[in-house]
């Protein structure tokens, strides 16, 4: 049974350039979360998702951001205009269902972002 | 905002030694979940405990939860040098999303 999937592991844009981070979550996982973790510094949430919904984005920056989780394929972080403080690791997790007291998450390898 | 607060913030032990960590938070929370993270890699899932849970064990983990004074710790008994890692902490406050604390990096000298 595969992990959660992410690709490219790593990536290098320049400056205005679009990055775009693909997550493909666990197998029966219909819930994705994509975190941000800069250098030295634990993970921010930044939205969640559930197939063809977001649920939560409070945690994307208001602009340049998007986020998607169509019916078919992967779950897609699109970052527009890049810039040097975009640089950091980006983080997929998923999880199976939503329950009333939470489910554990399973984390993707991850993907490093490098603008220059 | 910040939740969970770890600490120490970095640890430097003797192999077969143990090691405790703290989590701190403050909000009222529906879980929280421990996660060891190697330099430069994703994130492990550790242990999750419940609010209504006071303690929880895994191999040599144990983990235990005070929803009275916001706080958690992670201990690791015998301690090996391949847990050098940094581990977090990370409250769910009901949203399903996951608010993580900074992290204690730990090191484990052989």
């Known amino acids: 049974n595969a992990g959660v999937m992410q690709n490219p592991r790593h990536l290098v844009r320049r400056r205005g350039q679009e990055a775009r981070l693909r997550c493909s979550p666990m197998?029966?996982?219909?819930?994705v979360y994509w975190y941000r973790q800069l250098p030295e510094e634990g993970l921010k949430f930044m939205v969640y998702l559930q197939k063809e919904n977001i649920i939560d984005e409070s945690g994307m920056p208001k602009e340049r951001f998007s986020a998607e989780f169509p019916k078919e394929g992967p779950s897609i972080l699109r970052i527009q205009q890049v810039v040097r403080g975009d640089s950091a690791a980006y983080f997929c997790?998923?999880?199976?269902?939503?329950?009333?007291?939470?489910?554990?998450?399973?984390f993707g390898p991850g993907t490093r972002l490098t603008v220059l | 905002s910040q939740q969970g607060e770890e600490d120490p913030q970095a640890l430097s032990i003797q192999e077969g030694e143990n090691a405790t960590m703290n989590c701190s938070y403050k909000?009222?929370?529906?879980?929280l979940q421990w996660y060891r993270q190697n330099s430069g890699r994703g994130l492990v899932h550790l242990i999750l405990i419940r609010s209504n849970e006071r303690e929880k064990h895994s191999g040599r983990l144990r983990v235990t939860l005070d929803t009275s004074k916001k706080s958690s710790s992670l201990l690791i008994t015998a301690s090996r040098a391949a847990d050098t890692a940094s581990y977090f902490c990370a409250t769910d406050e009901g949203g399903n999303k996951l608010v993580f604390g900074a992290g204690t990096i730990l090191r484990v000298k052989s």
């Open positions: 197998k029966g996982h219909s819930h």
């Open positions: 909000t009222s929370i529906n879980n």
């Open positions: 997790a998923s999880s199976p269902r939503r329950q009333g007291i939470g489910d554990e998450q399973f």
